[in-house]
């Protein structure tokens, strides 16, 4: 099983609606929690980073809400654009003391006009 | 800044053949992480490399090797390649010493295997 799980797999929405993407992770104890945006066939772009103490992180049109206790994270996308088309990856930072990040399998947006 | 840098884009190799995949960390950075993506799915972690030392690795065969540099760059290589091993290799870099700085990612090697 995945540690680190999203839903939807993937979205359709119309340009300007607003959409919500939810991750639940295992890894424990874990540093932080990052929100990446990849487009097909490039690396993922950080969008937000979140350490165990924080409850919201925005970036512009991206605001990242994480509730440690129940382990869930969700991305909020507001005003959708065309260019947010792309998969949005939920990665989990362990406490190991090193960087090595755990990925989630990413939900894949479509914005459609 | 040229940020990430790999090399080359795009790869065919054969299988049994070996390849070696190279990364350029963003000017500042002194560790360089690997992982491999294979479609559809999420990016695996394969190792780490600081002060050319491997200091961590994920699930993966001694097939798949590394190497970093004085200048902190650093190659992926694999030997005896399987169909299973076509995916897009990807790079990042970071500062160490801090689980919270943000790791850049190149932009990918994909790397088909026939």
């Known amino acids: 099983k995945n540690q680190v799980e999203q839903s939807p797999q993937s979205l359709i929405i119309l340009e300007g609606k607003n959409c919500t993407l939810q991750c639940n992770y295992t890894v424990s104890p874990f540093s932080n929690l990052r929100w990446y945006k990849q487009d097909t066939g490039r690396g993922p772009v950080s969008l937000t980073i979140?350490?165990?103490?924080?409850n919201t992180k925005s970036n512009g049109r991206y605001t990242a809400t994480l509730d440690a206790d129940t382990k869930q994270s969700s991305l909020h996308i507001t005003a959708s654009q065309l260019s947010d088309s792309a998969s949005y990856i939920c990665v989990v930072v362990p406490q190991t003391g090193f960087q090595k990040l755990v990925f989630g399998t990413g939900t894949r947006l479509l914005v459609s006009p | 800044d040229a940020g990430v840098t790999q090399s080359p884009t795009h790869l065919i190799k054969t299988r049994g053949q070996q390849v070696t995949l190279r990364c350029s960390p963003k000017?500042?950075?002194?560790?360089v992480s690997w992982y491999q993506q294979a479609l559809g799915q999420g990016p695996q972690f394969i190792f780490q490399?600081?002060?050319?030392?491997?200091?961590q690795r994920g699930n993966f065969p001694d097939r798949f090797s590394g190497h970093q540099f004085p200048n902190y760059s650093s190659e992926l290589n694999v030997n005896a390649l399987l169909l299973g091993d076509s995916a897009l290799y990807l790079c990042?870099?970071?500062?160490?010493?801090?689980?919270?700085?943000?790791?850049?990612f190149g932009q990918g090697t994909r790397l088909t295997v026939v």
């Open positions: 490399y600081y002060e050319e030392e491997e200091r």
């Open positions: 000017s500042g950075h002194d560790t």
């Open positions: 990042a870099s970071s500062v160490t010493g801090g689980l919270n700085t943000e790791a850049f």
């Open positions: 979140m350490t165990f103490s924080e």
